[in-house]
């Protein structure tokens, strides 16, 4: 047998038809396996499959798809519009994805061009190429929700709600999550408390997170004042200065996420600070982000597979057919201690 040639256009059903020396319809039935219910010989059969074997052809799915409704690919959007080099939430996030649909039988349609207008990046989502559609944390003012909210493509939000409650989501439970670290903070005899966030960048969970722990600090007769709420971008190096500086300096800080936490421990460990001794640090997220720092950072763990799976289940489940309902599920979290939280010591 020959190689197939390198060609420029795939090979058609009337070519495999013609080699093998029969009607279009005769090889159509072998190929897509109904031969055995039209009394098509054994020979037929062969003589069909070797000329499909060499010519190399394959059926045109996206053809196959519109005949039969559905083409077991999700499409992946990351309504940050970035992606950023070595973005370890990002890269678990879409390893679970990939995991789960494929568990399920989707392949996974990850866009990546992020230059098209609002409709143009709508029409590619809404095309056809997909049965659904996981979009992961858009901003209320997403231009895409309202588009999406009026069409028939199935939707699913991850680590969003959809204020409308049209679009139905999937998020890890971030009032319980930071209800856990202000009770732990509290039990601990943690009084001073501040919290650092990254202004000046698209880091959208960054203050709803740290109103969470004010709230909840409230109810249990703390407080986190606003001027100890500071951005680790404009001041960087100096965050750990500025705050022991203070006449009573924080025993605990909360970092919106572990990136943010891990570089704060590098900090400590620069300016000779002992964690936890001197200073609890907390993350959010549960992710060991690279760091010199010996120390595990404490933080609000996310279980990123239980995300993905719950997501790209309810995504099926519209897209099936077996629910119509709007739904908002959230996912448990866990604060994990870690090394860097403990109780404040007679010397903080």
């Known amino acids: 047998m020959s190689p197939p040639s390198r060609r420029k256009s795939r090979a058609t059903l009337d ?6 020396g029969v009607s279009r319809t005769t090889a159509s039935l072998v190929l897509s396996g109904k031969a055995s219910t039209h009394r098509i010989s054994e020979e037929t059969h062969r003589r069909v499959k070797q000329a499909a074997q060499e010519l190399d052809y394959s059926p045109n799915l996206l053809v196959r798809s519109l005949q039969r409704g559905r083409t077991h690919v999700l499409s992946f959007f990351n309504a940050f519009r970035l992606r950023t080099v070595n973005d370890l939430y990002m890269d678990r996030l879409s390893t679970a994805i990939e995991r789960a649909a494929g568990k399920l039988g989707y392949d996974v349609l990850v866009h990546c061009d992020f230059s098209r207008p609002p409709e143009e990046t ?11 559609l996981l979009l992961f944390a858009p901003l209320p003012d997403d ?19 959809d204020s409308a409650g049209v679009l139905p989501s999937v998020r890890d439970d971030a009032e319980s999550g930071m209800k856990q670290v202000a009770e732990a903070l509290v039990t601990m005899g943690h009084r001073s408390i501040a919290a650092v966030i990254e202004e000046g960048s698209d880091f959208r969970d960054a203050v709803p997170r740290v109103r969470l722990l004010q709230r909840y600090l409230r109810t249990l007769g703390s407080d986190l004042p606003e001027h100890r709420i500071v951005s680790y971008w404009s ?38 600070i002992e964690v936890p001794a001197q200073l609890s640090v ?16 404490a933080s609000v763990h996310v279980d990123l597979d239980a995300l993905a799976e719950a997501a790209v289940h309810l995504l099926h489940q519209y897209i099936t057919g077996d629910r119509e309902d709007y739904a908002d599920v959230a996912i448990p979290v866990q604060l994990r201690y870690g090394t860097t939280l403990d109780r404040v010591h007679a010397s903080g």
């Open 282 to 297: 907390i993350g959010y997220d549960g992710l060991h982000w690279p760091a010199t720092t010996r120390h595990i950072a």
């Open 122 to 132: 709508y029409r590619f989502l809404n095309g056809g190429r997909a049965d659904g």
């Open 143 to 161: 231009p895409l929700l309202p588009l999406l909210r009026r069409s028939r493509l199935p939707v699913v939000l991850i680590n969003a709600r």
């Open 15 to 20: 070519e495999v038809a013609r080699r093998a």
């Open 235 to 272: 001041e960087k190096g100096r965050v750990l200065q500025n705050l022991l500086r203070e006449t009573e300096p924080p025993t605990a800080i909360f970092c919106w996420r572990d990136w943010l936490a891990y570089r704060l421990l590098e900090d400590c460990d620069h300016v000779g």
